[in-house]
């Protein structure tokens, strides 16, 4: 009998290396190199002190421990990662310090229809295929559909609940209709309610149709909220929330239809759209103007090329653009705007002084009860890192008495992980936190006895491949 073929090696269970969703270009920056060096080192020695396989303990939360405590050589004091130092070793410690009984309900994740021939017209998304081998499924499509994203987001993660968030464009070229978003939303379903679905509205594809559509949305198809893209237009040209011939249409159909709940893509501009249209001026105008309905700020205005730090009031773009139209409009912490970190905190992650800021910006402005806690996943792999990252991570009480940020309690780090999420949603926390106890949670368990992560990012990895696929698109 020939031998089998060796387990794959697994990466970093902390995914350092440079990687885009296809939205921005990724830079490399040499002192994530350095802490990856670092981290394998400590890993391997700490494989030899436990007498484990190296294999063994990147699988499991040492792995993970040793990565963020390598990470902290990156800050300058306004954010690190709290992990004690037998964590690397200790797989009770490590878990003590990385795990976490808090709902996780992840409001932004996506997944791709593979059996659509979408691809063959969207080249925007051949992103998708740099580095598709690394997911040892037989085509590359299938990295980023039904079954890699139950796996990569259910199994291989603490999401106990998520979003399966609508993506832009026509149905000739979105990779996810909402017929197939209801099949997941069904499948999941099968196994424990556990998935929600929004529907894409696009008024500057012909806003009388759109609103028709929205009555279909709701009513036929049972979307939790409606999606909207004021970046993306069919010639590169996006449109404003407050426009009185697209976006205030819109806003009045969801309140007419009772479902008050708007996510908006705002931040990181769309390669090939015009940027102008991704900045959040517009959201304080909508939230003063419509205050029974509730805006979900996806990516909270961030952008990857801007440095973040204490809040500017001049600021025309990043999170601090969110926080002025806010303030412009008399919007006062825990109010009708929501912020979500979805893409935003994979980022923020490598950058953890820039984290403390923007954490410690949104907590002030924003309020407690308003950060949504969101990955932007099956794009960056299983959001278990991000996870891990976030319950370890904590604002320096010197940046707390500096800039009057409020610390990262576990009880704050609980609100953002799902209790806000679950009360925007309006669901009962309670009742979503015994999902553990269904099917997919048995799956779970036995699962965990015998993980496969893939601690894989498939995203492009460097400026040329992303300019590459711009290229061939």
Not at 165 to 174: E, P, Q, R, W
Not at 409 to 432: C, F, H
Request: with cysteine; charged share 25%; aromatic share 8%.
């Amino acid at each position: 009998m020939a031998k089998s073929s060796p387990d794959p090696e697994l990466g970093l269970p902390i995914k350092l290396a440079p990687v885009s969703n296809g939205e921005f270009v990724p830079v490399a920056r040499p002192e994530l190199a350095a802490v990856a060096r670092r981290a394998r080192a400590d890993i391997e020695a700490n494989a030899r002190r436990a007498g484990v396989s190296r294999r063994e303990l990147l699988a499991g939360a040492c792995g993970a421990a040793a990565t963020l405590a390598a990470m902290n050589q990156l800050g300058c004091g306004g954010g690190n990662y709290r992990v004690p130092k037998n964590a690397g070793v200790d797989p009770a410690v490590a878990r003590a310090a990385l795990g976490g009984s808090e709902l996780v309900f992840d409001v932004q994740t996506h997944h791709v229809n593979p059996s659509r021939d979408w691809f063959k017209i969207n080249r925007a998304f051949d992103f998708l295929r740099v580095t598709w081998s690394e997911c040892r499924r037989p085509d590359w499509i299938e990295c980023y559909g039904q079954d890699a994203f139950i796996k990569e987001i259910f199994l291989d993660s603490d999401t106990d609940v998520a979003v399966l968030s609508a993506l832009a464009g026509d149905d000739t070229i979105n990779p996810l209709l909402i017929d197939e978003a209801r099949a997941t939303r069904d499948a999941a379903e099968k196994l424990g309610e556990r998935l929600l679905i929004h529907g894409i509205v696009t008024p500057n594809l012909g806003v009388e149709r759109q609103l028709d559509w929205m009555q279909a949305l709701a009513e036929k198809h049972r979307v939790s909220a409606f999606k909207l893209y004021t970046v993306w237009g069919p010639g590169g040209t996006g449109w404003w929330l407050d426009d009185e011939k697209l976006g205030i249409p819109v806003i009045e159909k969801a309140r007419a239809l009772k479902l008050p709940r708007i996510a908006v893509h705002k931040g990181i501009p769309l390669p090939g759209m015009d940027p102008t249209y991704t900045r959040p001026r517009d959201v304080g105008v909508v939230a003063k103007r419509f205050p029974d309905v509730k805006f979900l700020i996806y990516h909270s205005g961030y952008e990857h090329r801007l440095t973040e730090g204490p809040y500017d009031p001049k600021a025309e773009a990043g999170v601090d653009a969110l926080i002025r139209s806010l303030k412009e409009n008399g919007i006062g912490a825990n109010a009708n705007v929501y912020a979500e970190l979805g893409a935003t905190w994979q980022a923020l992650m490598g950058k953890p002084d820039e984290a403390a800021h923007v954490l410690g910006k949104l907590l002030v402005h924003v309020g407690e009860d308003r950060v949504l806690w969101g990955t932007d996943c099956i794009w960056f792999g299983s959001p278990q890192d991000q996870i891990q990252a976030f319950r370890a991570f904590e604002i320096s009480p010197e940046f707390q008495e500096k800039f009057g940020y409020p610390a990262l309690t576990s009880e704050r780090k609980a609100k953002i992980l799902g209790l806000n999420g679950a009360a925007v949603y309006g669901l009962d926390a309670a009742k979503l936190g015994r999902v553990r106890r269904d099917d997919l949670g048995d799956a779970k368990r036995a699962y965990a006895e015998r993980p496969s992560p893939s601690h894989v990012a498939y995203g492009p990895r460097t400026r040329r491949e992303v300019f590459e696929l711009l290229r061939r698109g």
